[in-house]
């Protein structure tokens, strides 16, 4: 889901191989502004040091996929995006995460303005216990709006965006949870967007749907990309292949390779990221 309460063209050139301090990113060339750029990060829970030195750029209006086999890093990359990772004990950060030029892990940041601009769809929708029309405003509401007129329109212009409103305008104020999986997860999306995240971040966002919801959910990041940067976790190579402009090979907490997808995919520079794309393990 979207955390409510808190969050609330293509360019190909060879893609980098990464490792040390090395930064993955896009060539200055392509024009290509990152939004998201990660200097030295170091995250442990504990005693286990998860991720390890992670240096990346993340451009906006693009698709990112991060792939990697189970317990390797992603998710909890993904969480340290948007700060999420501060709900566990005993986490440590070191290094850098700057979006739009800020740190995120400055002293002086105030975490809900930072999940404000980052939209996070998780692997099961949770839609909140109240009708649809109220899931879609409630981080409106949170965030001053309250004119009825004005909170109509952003729920309508955000379920037109999620791909929703044809199915659902006739109901609004039916309970959310009365709602199929995968208009539940579209219902979730429209709630991130409702409070103008800069980035959607999907964690596993269509793993728990039918082939039909999550194709769906897949044409809406498509589309979605033009206004956002879409930043997604995904276990399914398959999916990474259809949609993905650039592409976060990580393993064992380390990037092992980063690049434009086309580049990744078909001519991988890492001997991990060719046994991994072939199948020796996942």
């Known amino acids: ?3 409510a309460p808190s969050i609330f063209r293509s360019f190909f050139s060879s ?4 490792s040390g301090n090395e930064t993955a990113s896009l060539s200055t060339a392509s024009g290509l502004n990152p939004e998201i750029s990660i200097k030295g990060l170091n995250v442990s829970i504990g005693k286990n040091h998860i991720l390890k030195n992670i240096n990346l750029e993340i451009p906006n209006n693009k698709i990112t996929c991060i792939i990697g ?13 948007n700060r999420l990772i501060d709900d566990n004990e005993h986490v440590k950060v070191e290094g850098e995460i700057n979006i739009g030029g800020e740190n995120i892990y400055g002293k002086k940041v105030e975490v809900t303005h930072i999940r404000k601009k980052m939209g996070l769809l998780s692997q099961r929708p949770t839609p909140l216990p109240m009708s649809i029309f109220d899931n879609v405003a409630y981080g409106c509401r949170i965030h001053g709006v309250r004119k009825k007129k004005e909170l109509a329109q952003i729920v309508e212009a955000n379920l037109q ?11 609004l104020h039916s309970p959310a949870a009365s709602l199929s999986i995968g208009q539940q ?4 999306l429209a709630r991130g967007l409702a409070v103008k995240p800069h980035f959607i971040l999907g964690d596993e966002s269509t793993s728990a749907l039918d082939p039909i919801s999550s194709r769906h959910i897949e044409d809406m990041f498509v589309k979605l990309k033009e206004q956002y940067g879409v930043v997604l ?4 190579l398959r999916q990474a292949l259809r949609i ?24 991988p520079k890492h001997e991990l990221t060719k046994e991994y794309l072939s199948g020796v393990f996942s």
């Open 1 to 3: 889901m979207i955390a």
């Open 15 to 18: 893609p980098a191989s990464v």
């Open 69 to 81: 086999p189970s317990g390797c890093g992603k998710s909890t990359l993904l969480k340290t995006i």
């Open 161 to 171: 965006a999620a791909g929703l409103w044809e199915e659902v305008k006739d109901r």
């Open 185 to 188: 997860q579209r219902l979730c």
């Open 233 to 236: 976790v995904t276990h399914t």
């Open 244 to 267: 993905a402009d650039y592409v976060i090979f990580i393993y064992l907490g380390e990037i092992i390779e980063a690049g434009p997808a086309k580049e990744l995919f078909h001519n």
